[in-house]
């Protein structure tokens, strides 16, 4: 018999204010031009590759901790005319300790299993900094 993945569900909702409240209690920023709907896509690609990192060094017996920059740019695709993000970039600054013998498999299981990136069109492109060092 097949196995069925697991399922996650997530739910927000908006106030009439714009303010942004999450399923489980949380309440983000309310409605402000500094903060579009494109940046919050950013801020979360940023904290879920830093999250899928965590997640895969705990695994091995690796703390992990950093931070993440995220950008991108929207223009009309050409393959259909919609405004979308056409590039998008990663740059994570973090350290592993202790350092696992293969960091770049690590860093590939971060990039791969961060939904929010899987789920752009235009796959991110990542830059990695490990323990001050720039990964290739």
Same mark, same amino acid.
């Given at each position: ?8 569900? /997530? ?17 983000? !920023? ?9 940046? !919050?896509? @950013? ?6 590759? @830093?999250?899928?990192?965590? *997640? ?26 919609? *405004? ?22 690590? @860093? ?17 492109? /990542? ?5 001050? %060092? %720039?990964?290739?």
């Amino acid at each position: 018999m097949a196995t069925q993945a697991k399922t996650f569900t /997530y739910a927000v909702s908006l106030d009439r204010d714009g303010t942004a409240t999450s399923d489980e209690g949380g309440t983000a !920023l309310p409605h402000e031009e500094a903060w579009s709907p494109e940046h !919050l896509v @950013l801020a979360g690609l940023a904290r879920c590759t @830093l999250t899928s990192l965590a *997640y895969h060094a705990r695994r091995i017996g690796v703390e992990s901790g950093g931070s993440a920059v995220a950008d991108g740019e929207v223009t009309q695709r050409t393959t259909d005319g919609r *405004y979308a993000f056409v590039r998008v970039r990663v740059g994570c600054d973090v350290t592993l300790e202790p350092g696992p013998p293969n960091v770049r498999e690590l @860093l590939s299981k971060a990039e791969r299993d961060c939904f929010v990136g899987a789920s752009l069109t235009a796959k991110p492109r /990542y830059r990695w900094t490990v323990n001050g %060092e %720039e990964v290739a």
